[in-house]
Structure formats: C-alpha cells, structure tokens
C-alpha cells in the first residue's frame, strides 16, 4: 500500500488545495478518474459560457433591426459553436494533467476512487493510504424516476454542450439555472424550446426577479409550469413526455428531451460510510463550519459538501482547507457568496432574498430601479431590466441585491465589495458614478433604498 502525506479526491477545486500541498514539500496523491479541471472546466462554467456566448452574438443579430441595423442574415455552424467550446477546456485539461505529472511531490491517479477504511482508498487496483484526505468530488446529474426515461435517448448537462448536430426542437425537463442557461443556448441559435417543470421558473431566486425572468421566458420558449412528467416514450427520432396538471394530462413531443432536474452528491460512489463519513440525507457529506467530516483528518469541499454548487466557493473553501492543513483552523467565512444565471435575460443576486428577510422577521427596507430610466438603459432599449436592493432599515447595511437584465454577472460587483466591507447603500449611491455607465442602475436603485 502506497502512502502519502495527503490524498486529494477530486481535480477540481481539489487541485488547489493538492499543488499547495505539493509545492510545500508534502507527498500528495491525487486520484480523478475523468479529465483533469473538474465540472466546471469540462462540463459547466467554462464550456457553457463559450456556447452561450454564441447565443448571445446570435440574439443580438436577432434584434438588430429594433437598433436601425438591418442584418443580410445568417447561419449558425452548430457543430463549430460547440467544437470551439470542446477544444479549449479539453486543451486546458491537457495541459493541467501534463502540469500535474511534471510537478515534485504530486501522483496522479486516474482512476475512480473507493474507499476500503479509514484514511484508505482503492485507486482502480492501487490501494493508497493518507495522513490527511480531502475529498472535493463533485456531483452528477440528476435522474428523474419517470417510466420509460430509460429507454429513450436523453442528454444531460454532461452532454448537452457537446452535441454536434443541432436540434429542431427541445423538451427540457427542470426549472433552475441549467434550465435556464440551455433554453438561451439551444433557443437563441434556432431551436424550439419546451420547458416542463414540476413548480416555477427558478424558485431558489427572490420573487420578483423569478417572475421578470419566466416572462421574458414566456415570450421565447412555451413555458409548461406546473406539470408531473407521468411518462416517456420514444418512436424513431421522436420523443413525446406525457405530462399531468390537475387539468388533465398532455402529450409533448420534441427531436431531443434534455434532463436538467438537478444534481446528486458522489457520496455513494466513493462508499464514504467505510471511512466513518457521514452524509445527509441527500447525500451531502456532512461537515462542521471548518469543513471537517466525522472521519478525523478528512475534509470535504466544494459541491459534494453540498453548502454552496459554485465554482468560487469551492475555491474559497479549498483556500480554507489547505489553512487548515497548515494549522491555521478558522471557521469558512462566506459572506456574501454571490452567484449568476446567464440566462437571457441574465440574473446575479447576493445576500438574501426578500423571501428570506421576511420569513426572519427582519426590519428591511428596499427598492428597484429599472434599467430603461438610466442613459445607457436607454441606449440599449432595454424596457425589462431591474436592480433591487435590500437594506436594514436602522443602519442602511446591504442585505441583497439582486439583478435582472444585461451584465448582471459584472455589475453586481459594486455590491459585493460593499457587502463584504460592511458598507451601507449610501456608501454605494454617493459614489461618483461614470455617466452614463450601466452601472449607473445600480447607484440609482441603492440611492432610492436609502
């Protein structure tokens, strides 16, 4: 049995905490059965925003004429949009492998982990043994137990960014954010989207900005709300979903079904419970406020401990794993752990929803601030887009924000350093502001808060 100062479960957000490690002199295995970078670099984040970008290029096309420009026309090179996508975050992961294999004090292993006992793993036919283990492997897609979903031809997240021949028509199943991001991408290059979900459009966001996005959705893709998918079935090329309300029972048909019903821990691929780790019931590994499991000396991070399904805090919580290691022990500061949807329209929040505040009994105050009353609202004719900011009443702190409209993801920002510094609204409003920046929406809106 092969020993090491610290096993890595996961190259990921793993990988962080792994070189560290590494370059500190400590002996660090690394055991990833897939490429190298984890869900976000092969599958999610990286990948997804090259091809929505694409949707983006073609919706603005799209919408030329209402700007006095009148395109000739054009054509989408589906295969193109996707291959460029496949061809970078498979040359990144490349080179992060040939990165790790050139690196002192790193073993890489490729293939799946299993755990045998504690602090022991199987490593495809190696057995490896840690003083230390850190476990950051990530999710899967979801599966809905629907009759028949076996025996048709579906795709996932894992799939869907990779498919070379494009759709003429698309039942997405599910209501979050990939739903919502492979709705703009599929539909903005010409595909018709369906999207059948059991309750509403994005439920985990505040109410007011959900309900702006399932109406610019309403008016792009059919909108099937409310709905149980009681069965799939599969003729030729044709997929038809029977779908239930209590109105009665539908029939849907479409070229492809993409499944985008959330995510499931790797828990149970690893067999955690031979290491004394215990998972929640969802699976989540469970871990304290320092991201220590039950089992001494292992540590979870990143979407498999199921806090935050972000790329940057599984970031942050591998910064504050590897100060562990080195015996700096501090509990893993969140505050405020942003996030965005690059849907169409786009969506980012941070901090509470009003849902929230409301359930706590908070003392807030807030307001909106649309889009079109700005310079460059204005200028980009956009008529929907808002900011609403919440704040405590007494001391005028934020306590979220939450955008929908273009740039959401980038002008957010304001409020997040401001967040973090602890800073009030006024801090934000009496800014000088670049006229006339979109950013402008967001010093506006945190001005009628105060």
């Not at 590897?322 to 752990?337: A, E």
Request: charged share 25%; hydrophobic share 40%.
């Amino acid at each position: 049995m092969k020993q090491f100062d610290l096993v890595v479960i996961g190259a990921g957000s793993g990988l962080n905490v792994a070189t560290k490690a590494a370059a500190a002199g400590l002996k660090v295995a690394i055991v990833e059965e897939g490429p190298m970078g984890g869900t976000c670099l092969n599958r999610g984040c990286i990948p997804s925003k090259i091809v929505l970008h694409s949707a983006d290029v073609a919706e603005t096309i799209d919408g030329a004429r209402r700007f006095g420009i009148v395109p000739k026309g054009y054509s989408v090179d589906f295969a193109k949009v996707t291959r460029r996508a496949s061809n970078a975050v498979d040359e990144e992961s490349r080179e992060i492998e040939e990165g790790i294999k050139d690196t002192q004090n790193l073993a890489l292993f490729k293939a799946r982990a299993r755990f045998i006992g504690e602090r022991t793993v199987a490593a495809g036919n190696e057995m490896i043994q840690g003083k230390k283990i850190v476990i950051a492997a990530g999710t899967r897609p979801a599966m809905p137990s629907i009759p028949g979903i076996n025996k048709v031809k579906y795709m996932t997240s894992d799939e869907a960014l990779r498919v070379k021949k494009q759709p003429k028509s698309m039942i997405i199943l599910g209501g979050g954010f990939i739903a919502a991001e492979m709705a703009h991408f599929y539909g903005a290059l010409g595909t018709k989207i369906t999207i059948i979900q059991r309750s509403t459009m994005l439920r985990n966001e505040d109410k007011e900005i959900a309900d702006a996005y399932t109406k610019a959705a309403g008016k792009k893709y059919k909108l099937m709300l409310g709905y149980e998918s009681k069965s799939v079935s599969q003729k030729g090329k044709k997929i038809t979903l029977i779908i239930k309300n209590q109105s009665g029972a539908k029939s849907i048909s479409a070229d492809s079904l993409l499944v985008a019903t959330g995510r499931v821990p790797n828990s149970d691929v690893l067999d955690v419970a031979k290491a004394g780790i215990d998972v929640d019931d969802r699976g989540y590994i469970r871990t304290n406020d320092y991201l220590e499991t039950s089992a001494k000396n292992v540590w979870a991070l990143g979407d498999i401990a199921g806090k935050y399904l972000l790329k940057h805090s599984a970031n942050l919580e591998a910064q504050y794993v590897w100060n562990s290691i080195l015996g700096d022990r501090k509990m893993v500061d969140y505050w405020p752990m942003p996030h965005a949807i690059f849907s169409s329209p786009q969506i980012a929040a941070v901090g509470y929803t009003e849902e929230e505040l409301k359930e706590q009994g908070a003392d807030y105050s807030g307001s909106t601030y649309y889009y079109r009353s700005t310079g460059m609202g204005l200028a980009l004719d956009e008529k929907d887009g808002f900011v609403k900011i919440l704040l405590a009443k007494k001391s005028g702190k934020i306590l979220g924000c939450h955008i929908v409209g273009p740039d959401a993801a980038s002008i957010i920002h304001e409020v997040i350093v401001a967040m973090k510094a602890g800073l009030t609204a006024d801090a934000v409003g009496r800014t000088v502001h670049i006229h006339p920046a979109l950013s402008e929406v967001v010093q506006r809106a945190a001005l009628k808060a105060r």
